[in-house]
């Protein structure tokens, strides 16, 4: 059977690094085995559904290089791939539940759900369950009677279809990651399967659509974990447990103070999504890997490498290599922490492999937002092979390099003025005249004509190359500042000397 794996969000929000993880792990586990990537919108909460969120969704994987083969945008033959469109499906699937004895029809108010867990409330048990010491007194189909059942769903009496666990077993499976992992069907509630409204719960749903998708392997956070025994249970009651997906639990990417979150984000100034995401209902703006000038290639090599390891010491890696050499078994089972300065540092290395034809695309709109001309394509390439190195995030570029273009707005003079004498404001009103005379416009030429003017002078030019980089740039960085007057031309060089002197 082929390997069909799934990730299913829900369109509620940004996309956290948690979650792109998972789709990588997904999506490098199904390409090394030659296999399908399915993306599945589990909408059934209608309640937290946010405009938006599933266009950004599809929008943050096609930055990422992480496209589906299968998902609402891309069809497949297992659709729809929204689950608010395979509603009419679900509700046999419960009732086939409750004919077998596996689950009930619950008919309790939310007052009487609010009196039970009222009732039931201790020291040690502060947040009752509705589990099988709770559901004996409870108005469900296990208490009523056959003709009061059919009563009150004749007169379309508003309820939900639970799953009934049973009190005493023990449910096992093994975890790609994991292990073994064993649960106490005693310690886990009567789970909602199908909700008033007719919408599955996500424990109905992801069972029913993983087994009519054909998915063979299931990832997922381990915030899912303590959901197993339940979903255990539904393969085992629905007569499908030998096609139950192989799971693997994957672990959390843990920030400062515990499991890494937007307040972290906030706090710390780094991203934790992947692409901005402004909240349409509070209109608060998560800052993400995109914006901040992340190359994907660097955001999914950083991820990978985020709880997982090939064995080796190498850390950089392209997506064919990942693909190639992904193991589900060789993820860590403990939490990953995120290094912002780490992922900083996959980038740089990242501005530093990428051919300049690649980096180009990736950094004009950071010079078009800064309203830098880089039209000359030839320039703009020579200019980026000269600053990459220097470059840890995209707009670092129009930092290191949008001076080439543009004069600078400011000078640094104040590092200039302790040591500035007459004799230096001399030697630069003379060399402004050699510069003007200068016949071959380049490096050596240019360079030679200002050591010989130091040397006339009894100047050292050592301290005559920081003034002049100032005038050029504006600041204390760059490349070779002959380098750069060669790349700005004469005329340029000439004006931005000539306008730092009269500053001086």
Not at 26 to 40: D, I, P, T
Not at 189 to 208: C, F, S
Not at 252 to 264: A, E, Q, T, W
Request: proline share 5%; charged share 30%; hydrophobic share 40%.
């Amino acid at each position: 059977m082929s390997v069909r794996v799934r990730f299913a969000p829900s369109p509620t929000g940004g996309l956290h690094l948690g979650g792109v993880r998972t789709v990588l792990y997904n999506y490098l586990f199904a390409k090394h085995h030659g296999g399908e990537f399915v993306l599945r919108i589990e909408d059934t909460d209608q309640t937290r559904f946010v405009p938006g969120a599933e266009e950004y969704i599809f929008n943050c994987l096609k930055w990422c290089g992480l496209e589906p083969d299968e998902s609402p945008v891309h069809n497949g033959p297992y659709g729809p791939y929204r689950q608010s469109e395979r509603k009419e499906m679900y509700r046999s699937y419960a009732e086939t539940l409750v004919a077998r004895g596996f689950a009930y029809y619950a008919f309790d108010t939310k007052e009487e759900l609010e009196k039970m867990r009222e009732d039931l409330k201790t020291e040690e048990n502060p947040s009752p369950q509705y589990d099988h010491r709770a559901r004996k007194n409870m108005r469900n189909s296990l208490n009523l009677t056959d003709d009061e059942v059919k009563d009150l769903l004749e007169k379309n009496t508003p309820h939900v279809i639970r799953i009934k666990m049973p009190e005493n077993d023990v449910l096992s499976f093994t975890d790609m990651i994991r292990g073994e992992v064993s649960f106490q069907t005693g310690l886990v509630d009567d789970k909602v399967l199908l909700k008033a409204d007719g919408m599955p719960t996500y424990h109905l749903a992801v069972v029913v659509d993983d087994y009519l998708m054909k998915i063979t392997h299931a990832f997922r956070g381990e915030e899912w974990l303590p959901s197993a025994p339940v979903h255990l249970l539904l393969w085992k009651y629905l007569g499908w447990d030998a096609y139950m997906p192989q799971w693997a639990h994957l672990p959390l990417i843990l920030g400062p103070s515990g499991k890494l979150s937007k307040r972290d984000g906030a706090k710390y100034g780094f991203p934790v999504f992947a692409m901005n995401w402004t909240d349409p209902k509070t209109n608060e703006l998560t800052e993400g890997f995109f914006e901040k000038g992340f190359l994907p290639e660097a955001f999914i090599n950083m991820l990978a490498v985020l709880g997982w390891n090939d064995g080796t010491e190498k850390e950089l890696y392209t997506m064919d290599e990942l693909i190639a050499s992904f193991d589900i078994k060789r993820v860590h089972s403990a939490g990953a922490k995120f290094d912002y300065e780490k992922a900083k540092w996959f980038n740089h290395e990242w501005i530093k492999r990428l051919p300049v034809s690649d980096l180009r695309l990736q950094i004009d709109s950071y010079f078009a937002a800064s309203g830098i001309d880089v039209s000359d394509t030839a320039k703009l390439e020579k200019v980026i092979e000269l600053v990459k190195d220097r470059c840890t995030l995209l707009p670092d570029f129009v930092q290191q390099g949008g001076f080439f273009f543009k004069a600078p707005e400011s000078l640094e003079l104040d590092a200039v003025k302790p040591k500035w004498t007459e004799e230096k404001k001399q030697f630069f009103v003379e060399y402004v005249d050699v510069l003007k005379t200068i016949g071959t416009w380049e490096i050596t030429t240019i360079e030679n004509a200002f050591k010989e003017l130091a040397a006339a002078k009894a100047i050292k030019p050592g301290e005559l190359q920081l003034p002049m980089r100032i005038m050029l740039v504006g600041g204390k960085f760059g490349p070779a500042v002959f380098q750069i007057a060669e790349m700005i031309g004469k005329e340029e060089t000439v004006k931005r000397v000539e306008f730092a002197l009269s500053l001086l």
